[in-house]
């Protein structure tokens, strides 16, 4: 009777498990549709915009989280940049994401850098006019090189909290405006991200 008793609650906790499991599943698979959909571009949403306005308006808004870690922000942006065609509320994000990865992996009194210009691919092409850019080099630990190629994998990430999934998310917004998001890293020294928005406009179907 002992052993039976014993075997239908390891079933009991066994079915616990596996209902939780389904849940957690279903749960993430919901969320992963999300920012799937969330990511797709709309030719309505997509304007014409100024990549400096936006790191500019990104910085107004992580002022408080900067001057409370006393992170220094340099700026050096090219004011002749052309304006790009894209969701704005989406690349604000993208910003978004990497400067506050930037400002919490770095020391009391490093420094941000933060660089816009052009990048010209053939400047006697119509189709091809090559690509704003804007970096963000910080002064952060470092990401490990076995690690650097996996950073932007949905939920992957190194710190004690969070999803995982900004970079990942970042990287989708990027590649829907058939744009380049680049990182490079050395342990000690910090971490530079690069993003290439094309000057031309998109087209769509």
Known sequence: LASHLEDNVQDKVAGQYLEY?????????????????????SASDYKRINLNNLVNNVLILTRKQINDSYIKVERKLDLSIPDVYGDSSQIWLV???????????????????????????????????????????DQGIGINEENLPKIFDPFYTTKASGTGLGLSVSYKIIEAHNGRIMVSSQIGEGTKFMVEIPISKPSFS
Do not use: C, H
């Open 95 to 137: 910003f978004i994401n990497i400067i506050i990865n930037a400002v919490q992996s770095m020391s009391k009194d490093s420094e941000l850098l933060i660089e816009s210009g052009v990048n010209k691919i053939n400047i006697n092409s119509e189709e091809d006019n090559g690509y704003v850019y804007v970096i963000f080099k």
């Open 21 to 41: 499991i389904q849940n957690e599943v279903k749960r993430t698979n919901k969320l992963i549709d999300e920012i799937l959909q969330f990511s797709k571009p």
